[in-house]
Structure formats: C-alpha cells, structure tokens
C-alpha cells in the first residue's frame, strides 16, 4: 500500500537520498533496514529496471516520471537515460562520492526544506558538473573506499559539520563553466547549440573538454593528473569553440596548428593534437566520441600528408589530400628544395622559396602533376627545333605568356623551373595548327607568319594572338610536317584586321585571360557575370571575321579596369604573410564575400573595397 501522506521531495534530489528520508519519515528507520523490510536491494534502488520504478512509485505515492528524474535509469548495456537524454554509464560517475559542503551544511539546518537531513543531489553525480551554482565552488569529490558508498548516503559519505565548515571556509571560489550551464539546461529541456544538441549529451560534453584540454591545461597534459578545477577550465574553453559546431571546431584546431608552427616545432598530428588526437586515435574500448571524429578527421586529412593506407581514426586513408614538400620528395625521387621552389612560385604553397618547411602543404593532386610537368619539360633552347621555328620566335612565345614557364618568372625561378612543360606546348602547337585549314594548294598571296609579319609591319605574337582568336579568315596548313613554318596567312588581311582590332582596344580570350590573371574558362565565366548594378564586369564582343565566322573579343579597358576593382584570394594572402586558407578564414570571419566559388572563376576573387583594413 502507498505510504501517506506523500513526502514532498526536494529538487534536484536523488532517489536514494529521498528514499533515506521517507525511511526515517514513516518507518524512523535506517535506510538499510527500511530496505530490506520493503524487499529491495541497495542496486535496485540505485539503478532502477521498470518494475522497481513501478513498485517504488506505488509504495512512495511518486509518479514514475519524477522517480526517473531521480536517478540513472538502465537502459541495458552500458547505456542509462536521464531527463530524457540516453547517455553512456561514464556520464555518472557512481565510482566516486561527490557533494557540496556548503549544500550540506544548510540541509543540516532544522529549519531546511529536508528538516535537518543531508540531501543528495543527482547532479552531483554528473562527471562534468564540477561547480555549485549556488555557492560558487568545486564540489568536493573523491573516490569511493568500499561499495556502500555507491548508495551516496551523504550522513555517511561526507564528515561532520566541522569538517565541512573547515572545507567552506577554505574553498577557493570556482565559476560555472559554460559547458556546466549547458547540460543542467539541456536537462531541464532548454534547447542549445545545433551541434551539440544533435548527440547525446554525454559525448557533446566530453568532446568539450577534450577539445578545451589541449588550451587550457596544455597538448601533452597528464589527463590522470588533473584536477577538478583543471577539467572545469577544460570543458568551458572547449565549449567555446563547440558551440559554434563545426566552424569552431575547425578554427580551435587551426589555432592549436598555428601555435604548434609559431613555436618552431616539428611533427605530425599527434604532436600537434597531443591528448585530443590520442583520445580518438587510440582507443581500446571502442567508446562512443561523437561527430568531432569526424571534424577532425577531415581537418587532419587536408592538413597532414597521410599516406593512402594508413589508419586515421579506425578508418583507412583511401586518398592522400595534401603533401609536405619531403613526402613529395619521398614519391617522385625529387630534390625538396627544387620541389619546395616549385609549389611556392606555383602559387600552391606558403613559404620561403630558399627555406623548405617540413609543416607547410599543398595540394597532393596539384603537386603531383606540376611535379609530372617538371619531370616531362623542355628547355626554352629546344622549342625552335620542336616547333620548326627560330630562337626568338620562340623565346617571344615564351617571354608573352603565350606559352607559360613552369612557374612564373622570377628572380627565384631559375634551372629546370625556367623550362616549359611539355603539354603546354604541345596544346599551343596544337591550337594553332588547329586554327588553320588544311588545304593541298595554298590561295594566292599567303605566306608564312614570319614573312606576313615583314610585309603587314605587325608583330609575330600579335599575329599568333589574331591566329588563336580566330581574327582572320584566311589561315591555311599545306605541310602539317613544317609545323610552325606550315601555318600562312594573308598579309593583307593580317594588316586590316589587327588595324581595326587593335584601334578599337579588343584583344581574344588567350590574350584577356593572361591580362586578367585567370584561367581562360575563369574569363568565360566572368563575362556572363554582372556587377551589382547590372553592368558587366569585363564587356565581350562578337564578331565576324572575313570568312563569316563569329569570334569573341574583350574590351582590354574593361579588363585592366576589372584588376583596378578587384584582387584574387591569392594576392591578398600574400601582402598580408597568410595562406590562402588561413586568409579565406579570416575574410569569412568579417564577413567578405567573393564574387563567385573558386571553381567558376578559378580563383577566389574579391572586390577592393569590401575588404578589411588588417
């Protein structure tokens, strides 16, 4: 039958320090005796299945909802719910005694809600609450000496009232972490962050103070060794950045990877991460960890040059991302110095080109074909017999960008780096005597470019450009063995042509995309683009040549006018000593928006005058 009248419980209470007072309260027993007298084990009360709640709802007039507020209700497993939330057994920890003195000082008052008896909180024996939110300091928690500690009988577990006014007196005051306030509102049915309100409770916390252990304790702390006060500092800083999901996560590890660089040291995730990478890299027990394997996995693989095979987290690398300069070495048999010059005049790599860093990388696929490029080039020297034309045709086509060194031309570039890549030739060559008509019997008055160019008194490039964008009508290829020298074209229309082009201030896509900075398809895509008030940003023409056939020319004025207003991710990282990526991040931060995604336009581009002044 229902004890009556029902004792009101105490909020926050745990059941077994309630159930310790309805046994003095209708029976003036000891809890263990009332206990066995109702035929209940102290486990039964501690872990409750469904039939105990029934009959302890029953005998105590509770409903069963508030009895499983009370405690750590078995799921099965390892598994428990609390206020509605799954959570591992970890997450109580029932090893330890834990308690407030201050709490249980005032509970010891006759005029007390529980009427002089010492009550229990079941927060407190939540592992992440480590801080009473009523008197501002650490719970006094240790271990367990024998197994009827875990009943939390706090008249037996904590010492008398002196001792416990001594610990008051002498407690040191300790904020509330933030993660602290986030799980007594998570409980209490308060929605927080997206992130972390999308898994169970208990790894949300302890990704935080995994994540805020490595800033505030430091990377290689001895976990075993901290203290209370240490982990509560530990699960607010890493709330901080948790709370902002994935973002946050990802600039937490940004910054722990820039301290490491800053600090002059040398290694791979482990050193950098410490106690956060060992955690989910090196798990015996194959617990749960959350979404944050995940952030960081993706973090380490664009960060850290993994060898496709190697294990990351219990998931096999199936991909190398990126490449240090020495793992590039390490596959291609290069010279890290030479590959180090060549990935930062490339533009794919941060640094200095006469100091290779063992911490900076790059793209892997990237690296690996300008490394492909490099091994398959040619000198400057051997394009005349390649294409069938003379040395300075061919250092003109080479000094222009019509045909890109390697990397560009600076006072860094010099050996092999000054050479020309082998397809970048064959591609010119291959355009140009694409452009042309293959015919048995050439027309009447067309000769090879060198010659038109003597009797038109215009350049060799420039005709070559007119050649590519399709300026002239007549372009004819008798011999396609005499390659460069096979190409004829129309002196006279050579004249009138770029005449006309050249006075009207037009140029072909080849010709803009090089003026530009960007990609030929970057160029395309730019010219279908409007600014924000509906004007173009660089103005396309289209026009007939003499054959009829339409071709495309760009304004050069609305192209030098387009890099007047605007700069490329690239430049901007550059002036200010960042990597591109580390630069997107902070542009993001303020809020800048570039014009459009970098595959469009092939780099990342931004107006002048939306940028912050660093």
Known sequence: MTMLPALPTITGESLTSYVNRVASFHADMDVFKFLAFIELSQGAVMAPKAEVRGRLSFLLGLPSREIEKMTFVPLGGRMRNFCGEEVHSEFANLDKTSYCPACLLEDGKSNSPSGGFRVGRIHWRIEHIRTCEAHGIGLVRRKNTNHTEKFQLMSAVAPDDKALSSMVKNAPKQNVSALQTYITERLAGKPGPTWLDGQPIDLAARACEMLGVIFSAGTHVNLKLLSDPEWNDAGHVGFGYAARGEAGIMEALQLAMDRFNQAGLRGGPQKVFGRLYQWLQFSKTNKAVGPIRGIVREFISDNFPLEVGSDLFGETVVRQRVHSVHSLAKLTGGHHKTINRAMILAGLLDGDPERPSANNVFDAKAGECLMERIRTSIPVKHLPEYFNCNRVQAEQLVRTGVIPRLVPDTENANGVLKQVALEDADAF??????????????????????????????????????????????????????????????????????????????????????????????????????????????????????????????????????????????????????????????????????????????????????????
């Open 429 to 614: 060559l291959a355009d140009l005597m694409g452009a042309a008509t293959e015919t048995e019997l050439a027309s009447e008055g067309v000769m090879d470019i060198v010659s038109a160019s003597e009797i038109a008194r215009w350049p060799v490039i420039d005709i070559v450009n007119g050649i590519l964008a399709g300026l002239f009508g007549t372009v004819e290829l008798v011999d396609p063995s005499l390659k460069f020298k096979g190409i004829l074209v129309d002196p006279m229309e050579v004249r009138e042509a770029l005449s006309r082009e050249k006075s009207e201030g037009r140029g072909g896509l080849d010709e803009g995309a090089r003026i530009i900075g960007m990609p030929n398809h970057g160029l395309s895509a730019l010219a279908k683009m409007r600014n924000v008030d509906g004007s173009p940003f660089v103005v396309e023409h289209f026009v007939e040549n003499s054959k009829g056939t339409t071709i495309r020319l760009f304004d050069l004025e609305s192209l030098e006018s387009f890099r007047l207003d605007h700069v490329s991710l690239k430049e901007i990282a550059e002036q200010q000593s960042f990597s591109s990526k580390v630069m997107k991040m902070k542009l993001d931060v303020h809020g800048v928006v570039p014009l459009a995604p970098r595959y469009e336009l092939g780099r990342v581009w931004y107006r002048r005058k939306d940028l912050p002044i660093f």
